[in-house]
């Protein structure tokens, strides 16, 4: 039977399930993509998990294992016997490995550790002493090493012979005394003679991170090189494992999510949204809502201050909003441009006045054009009176030349002093903003409104 998609393999495998028809279900849930089956176990009873794993293949098991949710992780390990699970560990990669006892609890871990090893063990010991964050922290020790005098012939001998272990083949990585000193891919393999020495096909301009580099500058290397593994080498230049773009895309996908949460003013979390309990979730809310509540008291002063010149003027009042969310929104425009740039490596603190140069030219741009606007918008809809219009427009104008430059300098800075600036400017830049535009309004007011 044909299915189109994994819904109808879905309601299949459950209908089979429900009537213990076991003989049935194997054939159907191994013909799957391993990604595929770890999101069909997410759909059944947690009891029925250990039941439908049974099932599959030895190979496609481990690599489903590596898919599947943390907690369903955690049940299979209880309901396993050791056997199975020597089963499972012994066929998954390394790093894949590491990922999974770092997730696990003490009982679980001991669990695993005690199954597999002693050589195990001791290789996932050491890369779980890497920092976390670290390149060393998400490698694999699982790839193709070659002698620079072995022949293609000898070397594709070697690949057949090693390489249903390894994470991956296509990169073979040619190691002398244990230091890498070149690279040669499959292709160059198979266009080569059989008799012509690695050395002679070798690439030795060599792309390596050391094992302490920090993961996110490694992901964005992948990108940057269009590369599908990189070599890790320790201070000698050893080479001691590798990371596959699989992980560098986890890696990316990670350091987004929590860039975007620390955005949005929310202490960053490692579990999805379905899966973070309604006090958790409350903790990670709460601390920059107190503090920017705190700091929004500047706002209400200033307010508090021209309580008299409002009174007087009470339309004033009304653009009040207007000015702050323009201004903030500004501010946000630059700082997030400036932020994504920054992650990519694409500026650096010695680029801070050509950064500000350029926001300053678009900031007049974007003011000069919101001021004509403005200007139209309260004479049209709010009042005649052109002197108010004046004001509001140019203090519009004003705001968003401040916020842009502020949105584009903090960033820079706060990276300059050794913080994460997705942490730390997005939630302030608001407040700031709102609390300058705020005095250069009433400043512009007083000023030039006789009524003040």
Known sequence: MKYTNIEDVKENV???????????????????????????????????????????????????????????????????????????????????????????????????LRIITPERRKQINELLNYPDDSA??????????????????????????????????????VIENRKLIGTVTVKDLLLAEGDEKIEDIMKSHLIFVTTHEDQEKVANMFNKYDLLALPVVDKEERLVGIITVDDAMQVLQEESTEDIEAMAAILPSDKSYMKTGVI????????????????????????????????????????????????????????VTIIRSLSMDEIRFKDIFKVIWKELRVAFLCAATLFAATLAKILIVDTRRIDIALVVATTL???????????????????????????????????????????????????????L
Not at 287 to 298: C, D, G, Q, R, Y
Not at 409 to 422: C, E, H, R, Y
């Open 397 to 451: 104008a004003f705001a968003v030349v401040v916020a842009k430059l502020i949105g584009c300098t903090l960033p820079i800075i706060v990276k300059k002093l050794g913080f994460d600036p997705a942490v730390m400017v997005s939630p302030f830049i608001t407040t700031l903003v709102d609390a300058l535009s705020l005095i250069i309004y009433f400043s512009i007011a007083v000023n030039f409104l006789p009524e």
């Open 280 to 335: 958790e979730t409350w903790k990670k809310r709460i601390p920059w809502l107190l503090l920017l509540m705190i700091s929004a008291t500047f706002t209400g002063k200033i307010i508090g201050h021209y309580e008299e010149a409002l009174g007087s003027l009470t339309i004033l009042t009304a653009f009040i909003p207007m000015l702050m969310d323009t201004g903030g929104n500004a501010g946000s425009q630059s700082s």
């Open 136 to 173: 060393g922290s998400i490698m694999t020790t699982e790839y193709i090493a070659l002698k620079k005098d072995l022949t293609v012939e000898e070397a594709f001998k070697k690949i057949k012979k090693e390489g249903v272990n390894k994470e991956t083949i296509y990169t073979c990585y």
């Open 14 to 112: 459950l209908e089979l399930l429900e009537n213990k028809k076991f003989a049935e279900i194997k054939p159907l849930i191994n013909d799957l993509n391993p990604a595929d089956i770890a999101v069909l176990f997410g759909s059944v009873d947690q009891a029925e998990v250990p039941i439908l794993f049974r099932l599959l293949n030895k190979e496609t098991a481990a690599e489903t294992f590596s898919y599947m949710e943390t907690d369903k992780q955690k049940d299979l390990i209880t309901a396993f016997s050791d056997f199975e699970l020597r089963v499972v560990i012994e066929n998954l990669f390394m790093d894949d490995t590491v990922d999974i006892i770092e997730e696990m609890p003490a009982n679980v871990v001991n669990k695993i």
